[in-house]
């Protein structure tokens, strides 16, 4: 596609239950970069991909996240057993490379009741 | 890890009105990238710098990188309210991970 896709673009769900959220990444875009944007806050880094590797999941806040990406493409990140604190904006980047530009995807606003 | 601060954390200017933000960097700079966002929406490339010295413009917009490659500033000549929003910097640090400061709010008042 001509952008990141990311979806949902917005989510509502209740506290203690499964969420998956999910990010296209520009065709032929090798590296991927998942955010965390909470109200008022900078940009948290979660997690980085190199192809279908992740080399840096240091920012990840809790065994409760977790992502994959399959084919060097499509990214999916997991919460599980939601909590109100996990409330934010999800941000999903692209790049071909270091020396290039990083293409932002519209987020996923989630939100834990 | 590389840590980036922005100066100021926000500004307020009347229109047509000249400003510049700062982005400081604790460690050398491979790769300075500026960002825009505005509220409830993803982040919009506007620049990215790499080499000491260098400076680029798009439209009204200018960002420089200094010669010591630790810090970049951002200038915006003749300011509107299209230019309000956050403005971020981020940099790559040597292992490959893509780090923002915590933002500028700039509002352009007509």
């Known amino acids: 596609g001509a952008g990141v896709s990311q979806s949902p673009s917005n989510k509502v769900t209740e506290k203690g239950k499964d969420v998956e959220l999910r990010c296209d990444p520009i065709?032929?875009?090798?590296?991927l970069y998942w955010y965390r944007q909470s109200l008022g806050q900078g940009l948290e880094f979660l997690i980085y991909?190199?192809?279908?590797?992740?080399?840096?999941k240091s920012g990840l806040p809790s065994d409760r996240f977790s992502a994959e990406r399959t084919g060097g493409s499509v990214s999916t990140l997991t919460i599980q057993r939601t909590q109100q604190e996990d409330s934010a904006v999800y941000l999903c980047?692209?790049?071909?490379?270091?020396?290039?530009?990083?293409?932002f995807g519209s987020g996923t606003r989630l939100t834990v009741v | 890890s590389q840590e980036l601060e922005q100066s100021p954390q926000s500004l307020i200017v009347q229109e047509g009105k000249n400003l510049t933000i700062n982005c400081t960097s604790s460690?050398?700079?491979?790769?300075l990238y500026w960002y825009k966002q505005k509220y409830g929406e993803g982040l919009i490339f506007l620049m990215m710098?790499?080499?000491?010295?260098e400076e680029k413009s798009h439209e009204k917009i200018t960002a420089k990188l200094d010669e010591k490659k630790q810090q970049s500033s951002l200038h915006i000549t003749a300011s509107q309210p299209s230019h309000a929003g956050i403005y971020l910097c981020?940099?790559?640090?040597?292992?490959?991970?893509?780090?923002f400061g915590k933002g500028t709010l700039l509002t352009v008042n007509p």
């Open positions: 710098l790499q080499k000491g010295g």
């Open positions: 065709s032929g875009h090798t590296a």
């Open positions: 981020g940099a790559v640090g040597s292992n490959y991970k893509l780090t």
């Open positions: 980047a692209s790049s071909p490379g270091i020396n290039y530009g990083y293409t």
């Open positions: 991909f190199q192809g279908n590797s992740a080399p840096d």
């Open positions: 460690k050398t700079l491979y790769g």
